[in-house]
Nanobody
Framework: QVKLVESGGGLVQTGGSLRLSCAAS????????MGWYRQAPEKQRELVAT???????KYGDSVKGRFTISRDNAKNTVYLQMNSLQPEDTALYYC??????????WGQGTQVTVSS
């Protein structure tokens, strides 16, 4: 089993910054991609950012240029630096890992709220 523990969410004003962290533990030798999705009320879950074990990154269109994903393989941790936050970034942010073979594990989610 894999356990994902997220931290760093909270309340911030428009234009502010937050840094999310997600630490993975357990059976992680097969983890390839790590990343973040988010889901706002009454909206579908959408990709925020993902990073492969080799460091290749992909971002959702709405966060390009504002968010940066990084990864510390020694600590089995993925980070999401979020700058220039806007009210539309308000959502529950979920960390995930994708294993070789296609299995996915999800964190419990951390709330990000951006006030206008």
């Amino acid at each position: 089993q894999v356990k994902l523990v997220e931290s760093g969410g909270g309340l911030v004003q428009t234009g502010g910054s937050l840094r999310l962290s997600c630490a993975a533990s357990g059976i992680i030798f097969s983890v390839n991609d790590m990343g973040w999705y988010r889901q706002a009320p009454e909206k579908q879950r959408e990709l925020v950012a993902t990073i492969t074990s080799g460091g290749s990154r992909k971002y959702g269109d709405s966060v390009k240029g504002r968010f940066t994903i990084s990864r510390d393989n020694a600590k089995n941790t993925v980070y999401l630096q979020m700058n220039s936050l806007q009210p539309e970034d308000t959502a529950l942010y979920y960390c995930y890992v994708l294993h070789t073979g296609g299995r996915t594990n999800w964190g419990q989610g951390t709330q990000v709220t951006v006030s206008s």
